[in-house]
């Protein structure tokens, strides 16, 4: 059992989790909130988390790019604690038992009244399924590819706090994208970050990343201009939606990504920055809860 919760993975949930919290707050904000979908999105994305986490092992393990080479921690497959065919069946397991709760999510937002949105969604809900397999496994890997970063933004910020938001409302206002492409590009520098770390051994099992493909030089000005634009987006939002000084709370969640950019810009070697991958994804987190604190008080 230890095994499987290793290979889950259970420190990037905070990361997926904040899209849900930013949505909810937001839909809560205009007075539309419900626990039952609350619980029920939270449920689902942790779901698709795992899956993309298993399917993450077994791509890369099976493809060999998780190797000695490799400077984070020793995933399942490649250790040999899980064997690749017991992984593939977990995944089907897990997306199975995800699309469940994913119905009974829709279920409980649309009801019987809604059956068009709840086929749209349903549909997403398929998407989100495929993009996390997609992303390592196959020959044609969006992750080995360099696409990474376009796929966490959509899904990570776009789809998941723009999606939860009208899970509630049932309507979709443009003003909720603002903080859905903060979430989005705060997960995208997460990614940067992994791949930074992993350049050399990705360059060298032919995972084309973005840094990759980019150089060191220049992902580390990408890395800056993504965080920035995040932390810019959510303050553009505050000052249109402007109602009280307890908004301005969010600036609170803005130190710990500043002095994540001061760390990358001393850094000279990728692979120390491992520790700083959990630091930026609980931050997000934080911004988020911060966020969404600022628009309900």
């Known amino acids: 059992m230890k095994h499987w919760i290793k290979a889950a993975r259970l420190r990037t949930l905070p990361l997926s989790l904040s899209g849900i919290i930013a949505g909810s707050f937001l839909a809560a904000s205009k007075g539309s909130f419900d626990i039952k979908i609350c619980l029920l999105a939270l449920l689902t994305t942790i779901g698709f988390q795992i899956v993309s986490n298993f399917a993450n092992d077994y791509g890369d393990g099976v493809k060999g790019t998780d190797n000695n080479n490799r400077i984070g921690p020793e995933r399942a497959i490649q250790s040999g604690q899980i064997t690749p065919e017991q992984m593939l069946h977990a995944i089907k397991i897990t997306s199975f038992i995800t699309i469940i709760v994913a119905l009974l999510l829709i279920y409980f937002s649309f009801g019987k009244d809604h059956f068009l949105y709840s086929v749209v969604f349903f549909i997403l809900g398929i998407a989100s399924i495929v993009a996390a397999i997609k992303y390592t496994v196959g020959k044609k890997a969006y992750g080995y590819n360099g696409l990474g970063d376009v796929f966490v933004f959509l899904f990570f910020g776009l789809l998941s706090v723009c999606g939860t938001y009208f899970l509630y409302t049932k309507k979709l206002e443009l003003a909720v994208f603002l903080p859905a492409i903060s979430i989005g590009l705060f997960s995208v520098a997460v990614l940067n970050l992994n791949n930074m770390r992993d350049q050399k051994s990705d360059a060298l099992s032919n995972k084309k990343t973005l840094v990759v493909k980019l ?58 920055l491992d520790a700083e991958l959990k630091k930026v994804a609980l931050s997000t987190f934080l911004f988020a809860f911060l966020f969404g604190i600022g628009q309900i008080l």
Do not use: E
């Not at 800056?224 to 249109?240: D, F, N, T």
């Not at 709370?249 to 692979?271: E, Y």
């Open 215 to 272: 150089g060191a030089t220049f992902a580390k000005q990408y890395h800056y201009v993504i965080l920035l634009l995040g932390m810019l987006s959510s303050v553009w939002y505050v000052v249109l939606h402007y109602k009280s000084a307890y908004q301005l709370i969010v600036f609170l969640s803005f130190i710990p990504f500043i002095k994540h950019i001061w760390v990358v810009s001393k850094n000279k070697d990728f692979k120390l």
